[in-house]
């Protein structure tokens, strides 16, 4: 018997979306299969804005955090 357990593949995926004039922002995307691409994490982002859940703005640069 093992007392260490394997850890569950994250259910989520966090990315810091960097603007122009200095503001950091954080995309949250449930589903991690979405994410194999760079683009399409742009599309998202760009969807969320005109959403409203990310602040309007030039997006600099997309980072994945966790």
Known sequence: MSMF???TPAKS????VNYD???TAY?????PMKV???RAV???ARAQ????ALP??????IKRVR
């Open 5 to 7: 357990r394997k850890s």
């Open 13 to 16: 995926v966090v990315f810091a």
């Open 21 to 23: 004039d200095a503001r």
């Open 27 to 31: 995309l949250w995307i449930d589903n």
């Open 36 to 38: 194999g691409d760079n």
């Open 42 to 44: 742009g599309l998202i």
């Open 49 to 52: 804005q005109e959403k409203g």
């Open 56 to 61: 309007e703005g030039n997006i600099t640069s």
